[in-house]
């Protein structure tokens, strides 16, 4: 299984940006996608994760009301759509997939599959 992140870039502050992440492999049915990020000098951070089934969505405090993370199941594709965006969300996003169900959803190591990753920069 692979996960190809894309849709980062430069963006000014208030400015939006849609992150993707395609999933490839067969047979790859996981119970949840969804996005950290890793500012420098910092460790990688919860942003969202949603189930499959579209019955659970997670946020981080940080970026509720601002990200939305949506799913695709169709094309094994999860998106996170981020608007109003500030300096503070400069970060490089990974994209992520757990398996099974897991009770610590803004944990790292749980999640089986990740992406590359992809820049995001917001200039002040």
């Known amino acids: 299984v692979q996960l190809q992140a894309s849709g980062g870039g430069l963006v000014q502050t208030g400015g939006s940006l849609r992150l993707s992440c395609a999933a490839s492999?067969?047979?790859?049915?996981?119970?949840?996608m969804g996005w950290f990020r890793q500012a420098p000098g910092k460790e990688r951070e919860f942003v969202a994760t949603?189930?499959?089934?579209?019955?659970?969505?997670y946020y981080a405090d940080s970026v509720k009301g601002r990200f939305t993370i949506s799913i695709d199941n169709a094309k094994s594709t999860v998106y996170l759509q981020m608007n109003s965006l500030k300096p503070e969300d400069t970060a490089i996003y990974y994209c992520?997939?757990?398996?099974?169900?897991?009770?610590?959803?803004?944990?790292?190591?749980?999640?089986?599959?990740w992406g590359q990753g992809t820049l995001v920069t917001v200039s002040s």
């Open positions: 949603r189930t499959l089934s579209g019955d659970r969505t």
């Open positions: 992520a997939a757990v398996l099974s169900r897991i009770v610590n959803i803004a944990t790292p190591k749980t999640y089986n599959y």
């Open positions: 492999g067969s047979n790859f049915d996981p119970y949840a």
